[in-house]
């Protein structure tokens, strides 16, 4: 279940949640405005380089506790 950003047009509150396949839009938990705009996530953003590897492996060598290396 993705979790996503959103802001509310109506009141600018910015939260984020979890959204399940099977809900619709969520309401803003401060007016409760169904008209919101979904922000694009950090978690969704390519790494830097374009590679696959998430933005930590990218200091080279293993990074930390999976030993994965990418460059």
Same mark, same amino acid.
């Given at each position: $279940?993705?979790?996503?950003?959103?802001?509310?047009? #109506?009141?600018?509150?910015?939260?984020?949640?979890?959204?399940?396949? @099977?809900?619709?839009?969520?309401?803003?938990?401060?007016?409760? @405005?169904?008209?919101?705009?979904?922000?694009? @996530?950090?978690?969704?953003?390519?790494?830097?380089?374009?590679?696959?590897?998430?933005?930590?492996? #990218? $200091?080279?060598?293993?990074?930390?506790?999976?030993?994965?290396?990418?460059?």
């Amino acid at each position: $279940m993705p979790i996503y950003g959103y802001e509310c047009k #109506e009141c600018g509150h910015q939260f984020q949640t979890l959204v399940r396949s @099977s809900e619709k839009t969520p309401a803003c938990p401060s007016c409760e @405005s169904k008209d919101l705009t979904r922000q694009l @996530s950090l978690i969704a953003a390519p790494a830097k380089g374009g590679s696959d590897a998430p933005a930590a492996c #990218e $200091m080279g060598g293993g990074c930390g506790p999976c030993g994965c290396r990418f460059n």
